[in-house]
């Protein structure tokens, strides 16, 4: 995603100031994401320039508004899925398969590595989780933020499955 | 002035180390068809402390747990549990430690089918001589304290989540300060499976050590310390460096 997406997402549920668009971005990526209010008109004036929104001017305020091509423009987004043809250059997997190049040795050391500072990143998240009551009936913002937190900690799992199979399949090429 | 002011302030007490391996080494077989499952292995862990251990098939991991619950011994080295070497014991003593001062929780739940959920965290108790209205009481509290009711159900009749619950129950009565996991949640979903680890990780605040050896990350990231295994050894360990523990 980028910024435009983001503000077209916004935009599509009504008309809003750059100011609002900013403070909604940034609340809707839950807090991940803190935006600077030059991006932000940057971003609609390209918008504005394709032609998938609009402004208005109201007392004294530009007032920005989706428009059609906007609409099918953010439809096509929200249905793009995305591809692993060729694969993502994911730096933790870039970084494996370069240590193996220099030897399996090399490569366990790397993964030894990865893995215990992954997993302690893990352990505090862990422990922070532990720290606060969850609610389940949490929304809006605290939703987001606790979303964002789960998709950390489920991506940290992924990569150490990821290593321990590393791990695995080199030590039973090396035997 | 009364009596207590004239008495030395109380020596501070050092931490109790809960198990301890030096150097620990174990081969199965021999000659040509000797199979090395550990190959020096120093690892302390603290009352209070939950470890979890991690590698790959073969690294070790449940060797290690057999040799501290004395159902093994090692081919070199020292297992030491409670303060005490496990193989200066004599098999009365060793089998008073595995009865007395630690507790089991595997991945298959090993419950008494014909027993009730009562019954089964009981039964360590009364062998170990305990009489049978004390070893209820220890039980019911137990198992209370694990989120059970209705205790005169047998075990087909909880689930496998709850199953694992009477296990950890039965694993943590009485004197028990050592308990040894191997792949508690092996059998369990998800959601059942971070009870399970969230229950055992609240034991070492009652002053019990955890070591639990699992393949998930998920729930090796519940422990104080993770410490990893590979081709018999330890090749490193993770804490959650924020300086503090629970």
Redesign the interface.
């Known amino acids: 995603m980028a910024v435009r997406e983001g503000l077209l997402a916004l935009l599509d549920a009504g008309p809003r100031v750059g100011h609002q668009l900013k403070t909604g971005f940034e609340a809707a990526t839950g807090g991940v994401w803190p935006l600077n209010v030059g991006q932000v008109y940057t971003t609609l004036d390209r918008l504005e320039r394709d032609g998938l929104v609009a402004t208005a001017e109201a007392d004294g305020q530009r007032t920005y508004s989706i428009t059609d091509a906007g609409t099918a423009a953010l439809g096509a987004w929200w249905e793009a899925v995305g591809g692993d043809d060729p694969p993502p250059r994911d730096e933790l997997m870039l970084k494996v398969l370069m240590a193996l190049d220099r030897g399996p040795d090399h490569a366990?050391a790397v993964v030894?590595?990865q893995?215990?500072?992954?997993?302690?990143l893990?352990?505090?998240?862990?422990?922070d989780q532990?720290g606060r009551a969850t609610d389940p009936a949490v929304g809006g913002e605290a939703l987001a933020a606790v979303l964002v937190d789960d998709a950390l900690v489920l991506r940290?799992?992924a990569d150490?499955?990821w290593l321990?199979q590393c791990?695995?399949r080199v030590?039973q090429a090396r035997r | 002035m009364t009596v207590t002011d004239t008495l030395a302030p109380p020596e501070p007490v050092p931490p109790v180390d809960a198990i301890r391996f030096l150097d620990v080494a174990k081969t199965y077989g021999s000659g040509d068809n000797a199979v090395t499952a550990l190959a020096g292995v120093t690892l302390t862990v603290a009352a209070g402390e939950m470890v979890a251990i991690?590698g790959?098939?073969g690294c070790g991991k449940s060797t290690l747990l057999h040799l501290a619950g004395g159902l093994e011994d090692p081919t070199s080295g020292t297992v030491v549990v409670g303060g005490r070497p496990v193989s200066a014991m004599t098999p009365s003593q060793r089998a008073t430690m595995r009865r007395r001062d630690v507790g089991y929780v595997f991945q298959r739940l090993n419950l008494v089918p014909s027993l009730t959920a009562l019954e089964n965290v009981m039964l360590p108790l009364e062998l170990d001589g305990i009489p049978t209205r004390d070893a209820r009481d220890q039980a019911r509290e137990a198992l209370s304290a694990m989120g059970l009711d209705r205790l005169d159900r047998y075990p087909d009749d909880f689930s496998g989540g709850q199953q694992q619950r009477i296990a950890i129950a039965r694993a943590t009565t009485g004197t028990r300060r050592l308990v040894l996991a191997d792949e508690p949640t092996g059998a369990l979903d998800t959601a059942n499976g971070d009870q399970v680890i969230e229950l055992l990780a609240a034991l070492p605040a009652r002053g019990a050590a955890v070591v639990l050896v699992t393949?998930e990350?998920?729930f090796?990231?519940?422990?104080d310390r993770?410490v990893?295994l590979?081709?018999g050894r330890v090749?490193?360990?993770?804490?959650?460096?924020?300086g503090g523990r629970?």
Not at chain 1, 122 to 127: T, V
Not at chain 2, 220 to 223: F, G, L
Not at chain 2, 235 to 242: F, G, H, L, P
């Open positions: 366990l030894t590595a893995r215990t500072a992954l997993l302690a893990l352990q505090r998240r862990r422990r532990r940290a799992e150490l499955r321990d791990e695995a030590l | 991690m790959p098939s393949h990350p998920r090796a990231s519940w422990a993770v990893f590979r081709d090749v490193d360990q993770s804490e959650a460096d924020d629970r």
